[in-house]
């Protein structure tokens, strides 16, 4: 071991090994990229990015703050791609069929250019990982973080899709990054770049609010009584290169709207959060003081607090719940990590709580805060759709794990060390499941195959298997199908003639229904004229009784029913009853 970590230090050893991993990653999600069908809010994202760029605005969807939307708009500026120009709308999937109308030969081009983009920011997130990891532990260790990285499922589902959940995760790994530098060399340039960065992460996503605490904590972990810590500024110095920080990370986020409308004071909004109305409650010569953030980012923002303080059904296990599961995360993480990922995480918590070192103790800290937090806030939310929420802790998680691979000791720890060995070379094995990583469910959960009785939405189940509907449509033509799409883009766009199926009832037919339907979950369905239907919670979950005649993807069920079949559901629902009204 000691000669590979004496190779592995070599420069071009080093970079070499790190851009063949990240390599196999961007043609990994290439495959993904060009394969998967447009999903859920990917619908939306690229045309309103695209008209960002057009018009210079920012409210035509204020959900989602401008930036990764238009930078996966960029190429598109190279292109004969066409907004569609529509008008303002309260429902964003608006923008996706006029960009869909405008250009109905080579949308699905345009998508996969956008999608470009966000792997391109993958790649770079692992280039950061492997620079932190190599500074905090070893070469070696980087490179494992870089493989680990690159052979997560979930990483790779997300970084092959044009939405913020990839960005807003690297921009967490490199708003700690940054940091930490500064809180160990607390220099003017350290301040800004982290207040340059910091802003970049609030234009992503606006969970990147959580990260202006986190860098606090962070500050207070690294240098309190820390004897590796030489240089301790005057607190004059330090209060002031903080506000450099917090300046130039202002400057970013105001910069990214172009200044519009920023300054303006409170007195002039209108808030629908409870976080937010609490400012118009101040008394009435604070609220003409000028607040200095864009008026689409605070709007945007209070629509999204105001969205997550709703209740919304959340499906966990084969139950339904209003308000959440307290446990959902952590469940989704037991169902969607690969085994050999969780023991490794395992081993690692073991091996950081047996150092006694206390700076390795200042290490676990800070890299555990924003694990602990994010987790914690997103288990407490009403609106719990997908692991993708907690995206950002992997990272981290990462980093925790990454110096076992220094630890390999086959003389003094040989048991430990054959564990850690066969945890990583289990990995790959989640690659089987390409370009299908976005429904990856682990082997004890049932794979997923099974994964629909665990968890719908974004787990498994966005939209991302149309394609596969129109191929098998194709082999296998049908005059009356009947179909239930869990996707935003209208299948009838495609060529798919369908109806929507009867409620409640099963009817004599063939039938493709998304397993997010299959298990209840209410939806606005598109018909074949691209209009939208309410569909009522559980409508369609009298089919969990058949067994599908194929499985297209992992998302969409295709279903045959026969008069018997029908029959024999009728048997089993009088014996249900029966056996319910008996004592």
């Not at 063949?20 to 990917?42: K, N, P, W």
């Not at 250009?103 to 770079?124: K, T």
């Not at 682990?442 to 629909?452: K, M």
Request: charged share 15%; with cysteine; net charge neutral.
């Amino acid at each position: 071991m000691a000669s590979l970590q004496k190779v592995i230090r070599r420069p071009p050893v080093f970079w070499s090994v790190v851009g063949f991993l990240l390599l196999i990653q961007f043609c990994l999600g290439l495959y993904s990229a060009r394969q998967l069908s447009v999903t859920h809010d990917e619908y939306w994202h690229l045309p309103v990015g695209f008209l960002s760029l057009e018009t210079g605005r920012f409210d035509h969807d204020r959900l989602n703050p401008p930036l990764i939307r238009s930078w996966s708009a960029l190429p598109l500026l190279m292109t004969s791609a066409q907004s569609g120009s529509p008008d303002l709308s309260s429902d964003p999937a608006d923008y996706g069929d006029a960009f869909l109308e405008a250009n109905p030969e080579n949308y699905q081009h345009y998508y996969f250019l956008g999608r470009c983009m966000i792997l391109l920011l993958s790649c770079v997130s692992g280039l950061l990982l492997a620079l932190w990891t190599r500074e905090l532990f070893s070469s070696q260790a980087a490179c494992f973080a870089v493989f680990l990285w690159v052979m997560s499922p979930n990483i790779l589902a997300s970084a092959a899709l044009g939405t913020q959940d990839l960005a807003i995760t690297g921009f967490f790994l490199a708003v700690f990054y940054c940091g930490w530098k500064f809180a160990c060399l607390p220099t003017w340039k350290w301040a800004l770049v982290t207040g340059i960065v910091l802003g970049l992460a609030q234009l992503t996503k606006y969970t990147a609010i959580l990260l202006v605490p986190l860098l606090l904590i962070q500050w207070v972990l690294v240098r309190y009584k820390s004897p590796e810590i030489q240089e301790r500024p005057a607190n004059k110095t330090v209060v002031l290169r903080w506000g450099i920080l917090l300046l130039s990370s202002l400057f970013i986020l105001n910069a990214g709207y172009l200044f519009r409308d920023s300054l303006q004071p409170v007195n002039s909004y209108q808030f629908q959060s409870s976080e937010l109305k609490v400012l118009t409650a101040l008394p009435e010569f604070l609220q003409i003081i000028p607040l200095p953030v864009p008026r689409d980012y605070l709007m945007g923002f209070d629509l999204q607090r105001f969205i997550m303080q709703q209740t919304h059904p959340t499906f966990l296990d084969n139950q339904w719940e209003e308000h959440g599961f307290r446990s959902y995360y952590l469940y989704t993480m037991l169902y969607k990590l690969p085994h050999g990922f969780q023991f490794l995480i395992v081993i690692a918590i073991y091996s950081w709580f047996k150092q006694p070192r206390l700076l390795a103790r200042r290490t676990l800290a800070v890299l555990l805060t924003p694990v602990v937090l994010l987790l914690c806030i997103a288990s407490l939310a009403n609106n719990q759709l997908g692991l993708r929420y907690v995206l950002p802790v992997f990272p981290f998680i990462i980093l925790l794990c990454a110096p076992l691979i220094d630890q390999l000791d086959f003389d003094r720890h040989k048991i430990r060390s054959y564990l850690i060995l066969i945890a990583m070379l289990s990995l790959p094995l989640s690659l089987r499941y390409a370009p299908d990583h976005l429904a990856y469910f682990n082997e004890l959960s049932g794979g997923p195959e099974q994964g629909d009785s665990h968890l719908v939405d974004s787990n498994i189940d966005w939209g991302q298997d149309l394609y596969r509907l129109q191929d098998y449509l194709n082999q296998n033509p049908i005059s009356d199908l009947k179909l239930a799409y869990f996707g935003t883009v209208p299948p009838g766009k495609l060529g798919i003639k369908y109806d929507l199926p009867a409620e409640f009832r099963p009817v004599p037919g063939k039938y493709a229904i998304s397993v997010s339907i299959l298990q209840g979950r209410p939806y606005t369905l598109r018909r074949q004229d691209g209009s939208r239907y309410n569909l009522e919670h559980d409508a369609l979950g009298f089919f969990r009784f058949f067994e599908p005649e194929a499985q297209l993807g992992y998302s969409i069920n295709f279903y045959e029913v026969t008069p018997e079949d029908i029959a024999r559901w009728q048997t089993a629902v009088m014996q249900a009853n029966r056996s319910m009204r008996s004592p």
